[in-house]
């Protein structure tokens, strides 16, 4: 991922250990005024999703488990469960209080606007003027 000023480095941390959850998948890109991340939770509940932003940081945790039952016989256990946890740095130039967050067939979905002040804007020239502050 390149350096940009809306969207730093991803640090991912997740769970570890046999069948733990090891993967999130994300993709992260900017599109007009807002920088989109989606994230791939596939049988993850909506409840056990929390997403927090901290000194901009963003961190996705959760949890998937497939309700196992005592005397359950396992002929296969390859899908991924467990606790996980992924972490994005958002630049400055992010609006971190206006984050939205939606989660839709397995997909979770974060829209981050642009703030205000990082949004590109006309300066006017003044000619012959004094330019008053």
Same mark, same amino acid.
Request: glycine share 10%; proline share 5%; aromatic share 6%.
């Given at each position: +991922?390149?350096?940009? @000023?809306?969207?730093?480095?991803?640090?991912?941390?997740?769970?570890?250990? @046999?069948?733990?959850?090891?993967?999130? @998948? +994300?993709?992260? =890109?900017?599109?007009?005024?807002?920088?989109?991340?989606?994230?791939?939770?596939? &049988?993850?509940?909506?409840?056990?999703?929390?997403? !927090?932003?901290?000194?901009?940081?963003?961190?996705?945790?959760?949890?998937?488990?497939?309700?196992?039952?005592?005397?359950?016989?396992? =002929?296969?256990?390859?899908?991924?469960?467990?606790?996980?946890?992924?972490?994005?740095?958002?630049? !400055?130039?992010?609006?971190?209080?206006?984050?939205?967050?939606? =989660?839709?067939? &397995?997909?979770?979905?974060?829209?981050?606007?642009?703030?205000?002040?990082?949004?590109?804007?006309?300066?006017?020239?003044?000619? &012959?003027?004094?330019?008053?502050?």
């Amino acid at each position: +991922m390149q350096n940009d @000023p809306f969207f730093d480095n991803v640090l991912g941390r997740l769970a570890a250990g @046999p069948r733990s959850f090891r993967q999130a @998948p +994300m993709d992260a =890109y900017r599109r007009g005024s807002d920088v989109w991340v989606h994230v791939d939770l596939p &049988g993850v509940n909506p409840d056990n999703l929390d997403i !927090d932003i901290e000194r901009n940081v963003l961190t996705i945790t959760g949890e998937r488990s497939w309700g196992r039952e005592d005397g359950d016989q396992i =002929y296969l256990n390859e899908r991924s469960q467990g606790r996980f946890r992924r972490q994005v740095h958002l630049g !400055d130039g992010l609006d971190t209080q206006a984050v939205e967050a939606d =989660y839709r067939e &397995g997909v979770l979905t974060l829209r981050v606007p642009v703030a205000e002040v990082a949004k590109p804007r006309k300066i006017k020239v003044n000619v &012959g003027g004094v330019v008053e502050g």
